[in-house]
């Protein structure tokens, strides 16, 4: 039986639509728009998990409603077996909510200052305090900056006080909000090897990751949830997503020497939806892509086609779909 | 509770610490009244002032007071929701929300530093009236004081909590408490007795819960009233409370149940 940190049940929620002082008044016959609609989820207990999606897709949302900082309309949380809405005190104990936003912390006061305040805030026994405090700095880092105002550190550097904040009463599960949002690439990538090595795999923590950054879910994540317009489309491992919602087969074909120009001729074959030339292979070589409905069917017509026009094809291969892929693909079907 | 509301005191304390400047302007805004005060005195020293006898004929012990319970109501009116406005401005209502603390905690946590800059300015008035102004507190009568003290506290905070709720659901400063505050100043007799108006404005000054703070304070501390000799206005006061502190009470939780429902907490 599998053991589960988190579980969703058709969660629903609808914000109403306001643009306006009118929208406002008329109350009765306002609009409204689904951020989260029938989402049903389970996350298992350790290791790191995305919600992936464009902006606006209801990650944020998703998130607030896990933390109990947003009311479902309908469904039900669960945290390690605490009814969010039933039970908020024992829930809030098992879960940290690290917002996307850098502005959550005290940035007048020291690092050490603000931890100190949550600490309280959060019950750790005074005897406790101080220990905890400094296991949490040395955990992510800032030990040697602690006794630094918090306007003075870096981005990444608040990212990484504010995750602190969240471990300071050691919850079993982190719901991290585009932590790498405003990071430059190297200070992105630190903070992901600190999730993915230390909250996940040293500490077992439960890391639940709010993304639309493809490659740190692919990365990152053991499951991804693709959230689209508030639905939940594909949960599973980021490559078995990707090949199932990446669209249409593609192929690369390479093909060497002088070519008779058979690119517009391929794209007229039956199967074909889209043939095009790209960069790569050595100076003699050409390199096309070519996209089609049935590979099965497709791929030894095109190659018998171009044998047949003098053409020598060096190289055949399949382009692994990326999660970029699904995601466009799911852009487009919505369009 | 207590060390989760100190930690939320030491923590504003720190903050407004760290701004040196506004710090020591804050200090000096303290005693620059007192200095007036003096002048004041002066200007009225040996005036007889008409419709000052009730309260011993000092101008200056009379406008203390009433400056006094005017700060302290200002504070508790505007202390919950410039906390809140606060909060949401820095982006750390969430987070404080996602702490251990209660509402009811934090809420109250906001307004604690407020109210110690409130009391170290009362006390420094009352020590400048006492040391240069004249101001005798020989007379006062300790639990008369302290039950008005408390009762408009109460009612303030009751407002400050309702303005609050205003903010939580609107985003905006409320308007209601300023046009409050603004009326008490002019109609509850801070600066000149309530019998100086015309009869119109006396009767919508004694709808005003500060005019029955501002009269009960200087009767039990410049003329020593007993609780049973300001039974009057305790009793106004009591009933404004009585009403204020649950209806408050119940608005604010309304307001925070519809900002999660409409995921609006982190917004302004």
Known sequence: MVDYAIQVEHLSKAFPRTSGYRDMLTFWRRQYRHALDDVTLNIPRGGVFGILGPNGAGKTTLLKVLAGLITPDAGGVTLEGVDVTGDPVGSKARLTYVPADERTLYWRLTGRQNLQFFAVLNEIPARERKRRVAEVLDLVGLTDRADERVIKYSTGMKQRLAIARGLLDNPGILLLDEPTRSLDPAAARQLQRFIKDDLAARLGKTVVLATHNMEEATNLCELVAILHQGHVRAWDRATAIAERLGGPARFAVTLTGPTNGVVHQLQALPGILSASRTAGGGAEDLSLELTVADPERDIPAVVEFLVQHGERVMRVSQVKASLSDAIAGMAEEAA | ?268
């Open chain 2, 1 to 268: 509770m207590t060390s989760k509301l100190l930690a939320m005191l030491k923590k504003d304390w720190d903050e407004a610490l760290s701004y040196r400047l506004a710090f020591l302007m804050q200090a000096g805004g303290v005693v620059a009244p007192v200095v007036a005060m003096y002048f004041l005195a002066r200007v009225f020293d040996g005036v007889d002032v008409a419709g000052l006898a009730r309260y011993g004929g000092n101008y200056v012990s009379f406008i203390l007071i009433g400056i006094i319970v005017t700060s302290y109501s200002g504070t508790a009116a505007q202390a919950f929701s410039s906390g809140l406005r606060r909060a949401q401005l820095a982006g750390t209502l969430e987070v404080l929300l996602l702490t251990r603390a209660s509402l009811p905690t934090i809420v109250v946590g906001w307004s604690l530093y407020p109210f110690l800059r409130s009391t170290v300015m009362a006390l420094v008035y009352l020590a400048g009236g006492f040391a240069i102004l004249g101001l005798a507190l020989t007379n006062m009568d300790l639990p008369a004081t302290f039950l008005v003290f408390a009762l408009t506290v109460a009612i303030m905070a009751s407002l400050g909590i309702l303005a609050a709720s205003f903010t939580l659901v609107f985003k905006q400063g409320d308007p209601f408490t300023m046009v409050l505050l603004m009326a008490s100043g002019l109609l509850s007799g801070v600066a000149y007795p309530v019998s100086v108006l015309p009869e119109w404005l006396q009767a919508v000054a004694q709808v005003l819960p500060q005019t029955h703070a501002i009269e009960g304070m200087r009767l039990a501390v410049l003329q020593g009233y007993s609780v049973q000799e300001i039974a009057p206005q305790l009793a106004l006061l009591g009933i404004y409370a009585g009403m204020l502190l649950p209806l408050s009470w119940w608005v604010f939780s309304c307001a925070i149940h519809r900002a999660r429902a409409d995921g609006s907490l982190a917004h302004y």
